[in-house]
């Protein structure tokens, strides 16, 4: 089908030109003498977007969920138990992984729209004077409904009640998209992946991991090999791996870096929230509700859109694709048929935006979904306007 | 600067991934004993996208401006007489060409936004009893103006007129995207090129050139060689060429025309139509009007759009690119700061064009321009959703 | 440093052209409704690969090691006892994951340069009459020494004790490269790698697992999650999988694949076989010696040659590397400082195999072992001038 | 065909990753008010590579062929007379194209083997007082036969003559490989191309003239437009150009110009000058010996090789090609069948040339021919061993 498909997802993101060339490449020796002098300053500098500069990175062939792995194998024995909120598709796999990995998990169930509830957060890790609690595990940004949660206020609940649990933090769809503070949130693990806002494809896990947390897994009763810690630790100090590395995820890892940093990650989450913010102009001006309950849990990667009584998200999200060559995301699990997502994260910019209001639009207009013809995207147009700084011309005189 | 940058000028148009990869090879061997196997299948298949089964197709290392001097100089001799009309950047360039290279140009001066004027051709044919003109140039699509011209009218003059003339037509921004009967116009030399509906990068003049005006390289009295078309017969035959060729560009030409076969050049044409269409009321809805004068003259292919009145169309190019990443063609010579213009063609949908009417709304409102945001946007949306059918999905059960 | 740098270890190898383009795309929708249509076919081909008819494939983003954890967990419980032969750095860190994990694990020490013995596993197999053991581990290719192993013989120990135990394979550095016999040999669990056969960036494993493994998963008490089959089967039978895949590493197995079954399987081995016998009749002219122990060792994808006493091979591999551009492997922990390797496994011909001979000659005479330059090549050119048959040109006429 | 195919004719050499990378893009807007901050840099650091502060450079789209004809079309009248030596087929074509022209052509045929007479030429301008030669035409490497010529003993003929002609040479597959000084030898005009020296695909003619060349349009009185100076000066000088440039090859054109200028050109040329011995080494070692006639003739950039009396050197191309697939250049015209080419210029290194070597020898033996296998690699390996120094390691501690 002709033209560029376009592809609003909350992940896989579009790939910049820079990182797609970086993975175009001959094949390289993963023995080489100086392959250290490529994969050390990488480390470096990959730590520098998690802002950290105590914890130590781990790069997995694998996707987030080999990295939630990591995060508990490495540092939690059997029986240990981890309190976590569930409100939505990807918090709720996180909590079932750590039922199946034979934790004990205290859930908090929130309605879908809302993120972790920091009061009953408090009051639990208050409550656990025992410090039953090894591990508090959060969902920074919950892909599913577009909610985005207040970490540091979690850290704060901890700190107030003098809690030693660990701090996980699934950072998959926020890292390098929304601010993110690993040490001075003092967050001890946080897992993310290649494929939303270091804008390369899936395959890679990508771990920060504290002084605290990699003091655990001395005590850690979970058995693991592939994902140790340990044996990564052993080979990249010296620049190598336990294992094949994947190089040309590794050579994409050092674009996308080198990417953010030159963009400067605070550009880089103003960027975010200001397309973010455009979609939600959009929103509104088509009559429609975000899945997120209230401002403070909107999303800057990811809006999930509630369609009215009576129109199927599943229906719609098919029909963009096929008629209209353009891929949204769909309502998963509770909210299946429900919401649609529009991912705006990543290698993107205003008019992208724009193409993906004029295509849902055009694809709920399709379906009968009562939203005025070009409402939308005159709204963002309007917001974008104002918000959008005009940048110089690169090597302008 | 992030985000994919929006190309929306008439050429060098988006290359479509498969074109991309097809060019991104290691370099081959130019007198290796099965490249034969490889270019007498393409320049077969070339032929087809002319619609021709006589003519004999020439791909040239060149832009189109080669190819104009290319057809010149193989088939006249200098002060040989010419017709030709001007109104727009190119058939002006065309005609400039004729007169540095010696030919005697007859000019007709038309309105800038209109084609050529087929009336005054056939009444100047018909005065011709001399024949004394020894070609008839007719620039088929004038991308300065966003003007599509009536080939079938020139023919039907020329033969009314019984006029033995030599036919050529530029259809570097037409073929491939607007209906090009090379046949059944008994055209003796089109002129095309990669970077428009080819959707290759600049760099190959493609030529079809009849029996006619193979024949009339013997008189002919221009001096050439690069361009000679006896030199590249003699090694076309056998699936050679006299000169190294760019084998990655004839490699992307294969996956162009394969491209285009595939989808049917039939529904090519009438996606470019509806695109354009799309466009057009775009332009309506924001109460402006286009550079050509008649509907007759629209081109599928590009618009030039004027501006009201008080407004700087290079200034609002500019700004597009500079604030908002994306491409829009400038006026032109005599057009130049008055229209601005968008090319759909190639390898476009219409979330594409969407994308393109969009930005160009945002941008026109930051200088001022009275549109209203989300207009444009709108009514092509609703163009768009009465005039495109759902494809199927490829592979569907 | 200006050349293409040459690439003899045993993996990554060479990605050929069609693998690497079949990567370098736009990001897709992993949740795409044509995406079935893509992937079912493709999890049916690899199928081929395996020569199984009855298997399910398996792919995990993940290297060769996270293969091998995936087979022991989805399969035993913790204390299950498993035999196994160490004779390589491979068959080690196998054994040693086994511990890890743990299992019980019956070491069989066997020098390094001999593969698995099938005697003793016969013996100890006819001894195990309580079937103790829960599976038979074979590294079929043994990457550090060159090694490969008779799987048909080990199955045959096992049909003749009437042992149930399931037989797990580790062919990372064999599949697609050396005959293999899934459904012949009752292999029940085989582990391979993208990197190696399969002409691809290292980043997935590939497995095959046979009904047998499939049911022993209801009652394997390892804890698993990521690596967990009955989740990719949930979703792999509607062609999805249960997290994020990395698409484009699927695109290059399709392409990988359609290389493989194209070229016929049966080739593909037999050719390994030829440009492996060239490689050994260089290191015979050289007057060395493999570290394989005899002719039935002899590895068809990597040969790991022992330098004369007083040399050291990891100087010579830096050395090659950092003079003349190329890589060959080095030796791994017993046999490091002793052997260097040559891989000669997957996308490969004649003229690379010189090419690794002629380099590998010119830095051992830098380095002042005694051979003789010119002679390793000579001899593998003498050899493949008889074994290798001329193709016919394609598309001849 | 399974393994990469190897590329040893004399262009299209080998294209390094990097140039391949630079070119796989989205297009371009070619009036992008930006694009200048690319262009004019570029201009200016091509020139370096001419080793000219004074002449401009013009970037055609075009083969090398077009270069010639962009010389001689804007410096000179139909009817001047110009002075040339044959002795290949290029210098041969580049003769026939002057007759073709229109020009006056005194050839000097010389032995092919042999290289311009400079005494010849000498005498010649000494006796021509009246200054009829308007330009004297210099193939600085001739491919056919490979045999460099003396530029500077030409000028230095010139200058003892006191003979103002125009120095026209045609260095595409000398340029950027064997040393060139365009100011000091006084050089008019420079034709170069892209798929030689400057390792990317052909289609860019690359040409540099000198102000007194640029000077002779004003009278020159030849037709020409595509190629036309004044035409590219009037836009190059604002970085623009008077038609759709093909922008990819423009970025490949920076790639190269980077890899030329960071290895150091005087490196470049030397390196040339080791490959090339090498092989001259391992044809002496086969007994057989050069088209080059004598030493000072041989080329750095491409080897001509005599097969003995009874040979066909198409046949053993062919062979190379079809059993071992690799490129070998064949014979033309006077030397068709004679001799065959081995292309050691560009993107090339040690290992490459052995594989060329190695190639060679298998084909030639196959053929008959009584080369000993191994002799020639052995004696380039022996040569090349001390010849090359050890690189550091790149970013090595």
């Known amino acids: 089908m002709p033209g560029q498909r376009g592809l609003f997802i909350p992940g896989p993101t579009n790939v910049p030109q820079a990182v797609r060339l970086a993975m175009d490449i001959s094949m390289e020796d993963q023995r080489a003498p ?47 138990k981890v309190l976590i909120a569930r409100f939505g598709q990807f918090s709720l796999l996180w909590a079932d992984m750590c039922t199946r990995m034979g934790l004990e998990v205290d859930v908090v169930d929130v309605p879908w729209g809302e993120g972790v ?72 693990i946080c897992v993310s992946g290649s494929q939303k806002g270091f804008m390369m494809p899936a395959g890679l896990a990508i771990l920060a ?20 810690f340990e044996d990564m630790m052993k080979t990249n100090k010296d620049g190598f791996f336990p294992y094949t590395p994947p190089l040309h995820m590794l050579r994409a890892l050092r674009a996308a870096t080198d990417l953010l940093l030159s963009e400067g990650l605070e550009n880089v989450f103003a960027r975010h929230h200001r397309l973010a913010e455009g979609v939600r102009q959009a929103v509104s001006a088509w009559g429609l509700r975000l899945c997120a309950a209230a401002p403070k ?17 599943a229906a719609l999200v098919r029909h963009a694709y096929t008629k209209y060559h353009m891929s ?38 399709d379906l009968g979904v009562p939203v005025t013809a ?23 005189a």
Not at 139 to 157: C, F, I, L, P, Y
Not at 297 to 311: K, M, Q, Y
């Open 34 to 80: 100086d392959l250290p002098s490529f994969t050390l300053p990488l480390f470096a500098d990959v730590k520098k977007v998690f802002k950290t500069d105590t914890a130590q990175v781990f790069l997995f062939p694998a996707s987030g969920t080999g990295g939630w792995e990591a995060a508990m194998t490495n540092t939690l024995s059997p029986g240990d």
């Open 328 to 365: 949204l995301g769909m309502g998963l699990n509770k909210v299946a048929g429900k919401v649609f997502r529009i991912g705006h994260l990543g290698d993107l910019n205003e008019i992208m935006c724009l193409q993906a209001l004029a295509g849902a639009e055009m694809a709920m207009r």
């Open 297 to 313: 849990w909107h999303s800057d990667t990811v809006s999930a859109i509630l369609l009215p009584e009576g129109f199927d998200s």
């Open 209 to 228: 991991v504290s002084e605290k947390a990699l003091a655990a897994r001395k005590a850690a009763g979970m058995r693991r090999c592939y994902f140790d």
């Open 117 to 188: 509830p920091v009061e009953i957060f408090a009051e639990k890790l208050k409550a656990d004077k025992a410090h039953a609690y090894k591990a508090v595990l959060v969902t920074h940004n919950e892909t599913a409904t577009g909610v985005t949660s207040d970490v540091a206020g979690v850290r704060k609940a901890m700190d107030d009640a003098h809690h030693p649990a660990l701090l996980f933090v699934d950072a998959v769809s926020s890292l390098a998209s929304i601010d993110f503070h690993m040490d001075e949130w003092k967050v001890d």
């Open 374 to 396: 070009g409402s939308g995207v005159g709204a963002a147009i309007e917001y974008y306007r104002g918000a959008t700084a005009s940048s110089a011309l690169k090597n302008a």
